[in-house]
């Protein structure tokens, strides 16, 4: 696997937002600096969600790394959501990677296969579910973090604060209009809602 160099500032920011028929749509961009993190193999997932459980996954062969933190719950324990309508470049968070067969429990990191730092990555998908069964709060941010120096990263779930625009087919891929490129302060987690 070739690494990019200088790769500063690179992150991915994830949005959530409720659409008008009943669903939640997530949708990330964005771009990783892969230097400190370990990789350990490769998964072919398919798209899911599990908020209690912090997972996260948009459908294709990924490489997995680990070496980050995780921000532990983003929501409710309402099960394992299959995500419809995936769209992009194959993602995943992951709070354990033996979730995805690797003999290992450390948090994972899954980027498109042959992934090269700093190459942009944009995805997407929609959960048959409403912010209120996931038990997400409206204004959160969540981080996945890794690295020191010029090579700290981080990937972000925002709840309900970005502006995105859903596909109109299934195989439309459109992306955020505006990459926040700004560092946010950590946010401590509240505990969610029940399902």
């Not at 309402?78 to 354990?96: A, E, I, R, S, W």
């Not at 498109?112 to 959160?140: Q, R, W």
């Not at 891929?173 to 946010?187: D, E, G, Q, S």
């Amino acid at each position: 696997m070739s690494w990019g160099t200088n790769v500063v500032n690179a992150e991915v920011v994830i949005c959530a937002t409720e659409n008008g028929s009943g669903g939640v749509y997530f949708q990330g961009t964005g771009s990783l600096d892969l230097t400190d993190l370990e990789y350990v193999g490769t998964n072919s997932p398919f798209g899911f969600v599990h908020p209690d459980s912090g997972l996260l996954g948009f459908g294709g062969e990924v490489d997995l790394y680990t070496g980050l933190t995780s921000p532990g719950s983003f929501g409710a324990n309402c099960g394992l959501l299959g995500m419809t309508q995936t769209q992009g470049d194959p993602f995943q968070l992951l709070n354990d990677v033996s979730f995805a067969g690797v003999n290992d429990t450390q948090v994972g990191l899954g980027v498109p296969k042959d992934y090269v730092s700093g190459e942009p990555i944009t995805f997407s998908g929609t959960v048959n579910a409403s912010f209120a069964t996931m038990g997400l709060s409206l204004a959160e941010s969540y981080y996945w973090r890794w690295g020191e120096g010029e090579h700290a990263d981080y990937v972000v779930l925002q709840i309900g604060t970005c502006a995105v625009s859903e596909p109109t087919s299934l195989f439309a891929v459109v992306p955020i209009a505006t990459v926040l490129l700004r560092r946010r302060t950590f946010k401590q987690r509240r505990s969610p809602p029940g399902c």
